[in-house]
C-alpha cells in the first residue's frame, strides 16, 4: 500500500506539482535500506541529489558584470529629453496659435525625436538579429547531439 503513495508521489514529483513536504517524504522512502525492486531506479536517483547536495565548490565563483556603454545611455537620456521637449511645447501653446519660427522649431524638435527613435530602433534590431542567430545556433546544437 506504501509503495502505491511513493509512486503517485513519484508521478506529481515528475510533474513538478509536489510540495516541499511530499518531496521529503519521497527523500526519507528512498534513503530507507528495503525499496521494492521495482522502484531501486529511483533510490539511486534521490541518493544521488542527496550526495550533491553536499557537495561544495572549491574554486571561487567570478561574476563579471555586463558593463553599460555610455553611448546607449546617452541616447536614451537624449530621447526622454526630446519627448519632454516636444510635450513642453504642445502644452505650452496648446491654446495659443504658433508663429512661423514656433512651429519650424517644434517640427524640427518632432524630425530629430523621430531619428533618434529610429537610430534607437536600429540598435534593438541588431540585438533580435543577435538573438536570433542564438536561438538557431541552440536549435543547430540539439539536432546535433539528440
Partial sequence: MESVNIEK??????????????????????????????LMQYK????YFAQNKTEVSKKPIQVNPKKQTWYGKSMAIAAVFLLLVAIGIKYTYSNDKLSDAELKEAQIAYVETQKVFK??????????NAVAYLNEYESTKNKIFK
Fill in 9 to 38: 508521489l513519484l508521478d506529481k514529483y515528475f510533474e513538478g506539482e509536489t510540495s516541499i513536504a511530499e518531496e521529503t517524504t519521497l527523500k526519507l522512502y528512498f534513503a530507507k535500506q528495503n525499496v521494492p525492486e521495482h
Fill in 44 to 47: 539511486a536517483m534521490f541518493a
Fill in 119 to 128: 537610430l534607437i530602433s536600429e540598435n534593438l534590431n541588431k540585438g533580435n
